[in-house]
């Protein structure tokens, strides 16, 4: 266990996030300069199971800072989450003479390197990438950033259109189980209302709330609705309901989908991967595992990753407010 580390391994699972590709980059380039060989494993969890590995040096990384998805690929692996899956994969690792992993993914990723070190004791840091920004242990995750600006750049076209025709838009964003794109993009393109899945504000406030704003003479409505929003069962069913109640309601629905995971990651998003790409393999040859890196209040830190999948990132009761008294 205390033989020098002399080999890391990087991989990207779960939803790609725009910025993991500069968080690699962060990861191989911090290896090359403490002197550390760097495999890249391919498809998540599934290249680790098969054994999809690639040497990757400081030269390998160029000019990918810039571009958004991943170049080592993303998955889902459901056979990650079965012993015999995860031990194929400690077979591999010990094989390639790799004596640490980096993995840069959201709570999914992170409940399986938890796992893998309970079961094989092998040396796990983690780094949050996910365009949900749903990780307890940090400020941001990794590709947050970016997919706020995609959609406000959206919503404000579609606001274009929703005024000249004086109509009422729905607009679905991402979010499996939580509202922080909803709030942040609603608030910075104005939304009239803005539906959670952390504040269940129910039918009748979302009327009501569309009631007020036609007393008060607008014409047109943006209503930004999380796609884990439990008020209605999916975003069109909800725009069904205000349509019955309101027919005169011109009402349109758009589902921005996976258009907020692509991208070139933004500045901030391109910063927090590349701090948390040198973090993480500082952490590895400081000995440390089972933690994930972030940056809380501008600091590098870390966090257990039971804490990090298990505690919530609360939503800022503030930013509600700001919702409320900014949309009157
Ligand atoms: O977790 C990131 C995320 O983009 C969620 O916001 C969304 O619900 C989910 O991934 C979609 O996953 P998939 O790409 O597998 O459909």
């Given amino acids: 266990m205390n033989e020098p580390i002399k080999k890391i391994a990087v ?4 939803g ?3 910025g993991m590709n500069a968080a690699i980059r962060a990861v191989v380039r911090a290896c090359t300069y403490y002197r550390v060989d760097c495999v890249g494993v391919y498809r998540g969890y599934q290249g680790l199971i098969e054994g999809d590995f690639e040497t990757l040096s400081a030269r390998h990384v160029s000019n990918i800072i ?24 400690y077979e591999n690792l010990k094989k390639a003479g790799i004596g640490a992993l980096v993995i840069i993914g959201g709570d999914g990723t992170f409940t399986g390197g938890l796992k893998f070190i309970e079961e094989f004791n092998f040396p796990v840091v983690g780094i949050p990438g996910t365009i949900d920004n749903d990780i307890y242990g940090t400020d941001n995750t990794i590709g947050y950033d970016t997919a706020l600006n995609t959609v406000v750049e959206v919503i404000d076209k579609i606001r274009d259109t929703a005024s000249s025709h004086n109509r009422l838009f729905f ?16 608030i910075g393109a104005g939304a ?4 959670i899945p ?32 439990k008020i209605g069962k999916n975003v069109f069913e909800l725009a069904d309901y205000i349509k019955e109640k309101y027919p005169f309601y011109d009402i349109r629905v758009s589902v921005l989908g996976h258009m907020q995971r692509g991208g070139s990651p933004s500045c901030y998003d391109r910063v927090l991967a590349s701090r948390l790409g040198v973090a993480a393999v500082e952490a590895i040859l400081d000995r440390t595992s089972g933690v994930m890196v972030g940056v809380t209040n501008n600091e590098v830190t870390s ?7 298990k505690m919530n990132h609360d939503i800022n009761e503030e930013l509600l407010k700001v919702a409320e008294i900014t949309s009157v």
């Fill in 11 to 14: 991989l990207t699972s779960g």
């Fill in 16 to 18: 790609d996030a725009p």
């Fill in 66 to 89: 810039n571009k958004g998805g991943t170049i080592l690929k993303s998955a889902r692996s459901e056979e990650f989450k079965t012993v015999e899956g995860r031990a194929k994969a």
């Fill in 171 to 186: 607009i679905e964003v991402m979010g499996r189980d939580a509202g922080f794109i909803a709030l942040n993009s609603g």
């Fill in 192 to 195: 009239e209302e803005i539906l």
């Fill in 198 to 229: 952390e504040k269940n504000l129910g039918l009748d406030r979302l009327v009501e709330s569309l009631d007020k704003s036609r007393e008060k003479g607008k014409t047109s409505s943006i209503v930004v609705v999380s796609e884990g929003d």
């Fill in 303 to 309: 966090v257990g990753f039971n804490k990090a999948i």
